[in-house]
Every structure is written in C-alpha cells, then in structure tokens.
Nanobody, 119 residues
C-alpha cells in the first residue's frame, strides 16, 4: 500500500503561484511514477502532469505547459507541483496519484487539495 497526502492548496489571485506537495509513505517511493490530476466542477478528472519513477521524463497537459512544473524528491518521498501564472480555469481539486514504474494505471490516490484561482 502507498499512502498519499496532498497539501499546499488554497485561494490565490490570477497570475499568482502555488506549490502543491504530495507526501508518500508505505512503499519505496522511487519505484512509482507520480501524477497530478485535477477535477474542476462539472468536469471530468484530467491528468495535469506526470513524472517518471526514475525522474527522467515528464509530461504536461497542453493547458499547463510552460506554467506548471512537476518534480520529485525521492529522499523525502515527496512529489511537487509548482504552479505559476495561475488562471481561473486552473480552479479545481488537485489529486496526486502513484503508478508502479511503467504502469499506465494509477493504483494509489491522495484525498485531494482544493485550488481556487480568483480573477
């Protein structure tokens, strides 16, 4: 089992920044690719960013490229999502998730943290 706990959400004005953290426990963190998802009201959950278990590659949704940065600190067992130049459409509940190595499906999820961007 992997337990994931997100933190760092909140209310921010447009063009502001937030950094989300996802603290993992239970299994060897470095064996898991990490993803950040978000779900806006009335919309489906979408993948925002992903970082490989090795940390060697990243993926970003087109809507956040150039504004968001995903990273990980394996020694601390924590993944991060730095969000800059936030827009109102970035509002939603952000979830971190873990997928074992090259697995496409994420087997473990955090409880989510609310991000609200005001215009």
């Amino acid at each position: 089992q992997v337990q994931l706990v997100e933190s760092g959400g909140g209310l921010v004005q447009a063009e502001g920044s937030l950094r989300l953290s996802c603290a993992a426990s239970g299994r060897t963190f470095s064996n898991y690719a990490m993803g950040w998802f978000r779900q806006a009201p009335g919309k489906e959950r979408e993948l925002v960013a992903r970082i490989a278990w090795s940390g060697g590659s990243t993926y970003y949704a087109d809507s956040v490229k150039g504004r968001f940065t995903i990273s990980r600190d394996n020694a601390k067992g924590t993944a991060y999502l730095q969000m800059n130049s936030l827009k109102p459409e970035d509002t939603g509940v952000y979830y971190c998730a873990a997928a074992y190595r090259y697995n496409v499906e994420y087997g473990y999820w955090g409880q989510g943290t609310q991000v609200t961007v005001s215009s």
